[in-house]
């Protein structure tokens, strides 16, 4: 299933869901949604009101059964890759995936790609910075192809 929320739909009410089932608690984390209406050339956005008390407003969950914030911080490393402005989280994407015998693969990757990417995409940096990401990157692929 793919689910398309529209920036202008978003809104800053946010809110930490929390139960437990079995014994195993989840947490997630719940963005409300507020669909903007032009109403004679004025734009309106705001909760789904039936009356006082009772907001039937639409909203998305994202549930976790681990830590959240790793997935987010990914999301966030991306959007920063994409855009090409720097981050002050170069390492996002392995501090939000901390490396394990069983993530390795994904983190490395991840990672390669990442600095690739911020590489190729920050025409600010110097010549032999970006030599010098390019190697790191060249010398983490060897690295895991030798332990594989």
């Not at 990914?74 to 490396?99: E, F, N, R, W």
Request: glycine share 6%; aromatic share 8%; charged share 20%.
């Amino acid at each position: 299933m793919r689910v398309n929320v529209y920036a202008e739909e978003m809104t800053d009410r946010i809110q930490i869901i929390s139960k437990e089932i079995e014994g195993q608690r989840f947490t997630g984390l719940r963005l409300y949604l507020e669909l903007p209406a032009t109403v004679n050339g004025q734009q309106y956005q705001g909760p789904f009101m039936h009356h006082p008390g009772d907001d039937d407003s639409s909203a998305v969950t994202f549930w976790g059964k681990r830590d959240l914030r790793n997935v987010l911080r990914k999301m966030i490393c991306v959007l920063d890759t994409h855009y090409g402005q720097p981050t002050d989280d170069i390492a996002g994407i392995l501090s939000a995936a901390p490396p394990t015998a069983d993530r390795m693969p994904d983190v490395v990757k991840d990672a390669i790609a990442y600095s690739r990417n911020f590489a190729n995409s920050n025409p600010q940096l110097s010549g032999t910075t970006a030599t010098h990401i390019h190697g790191l990157c060249n010398l983490l692929q060897r690295a895991y192809s030798e332990k594989q």
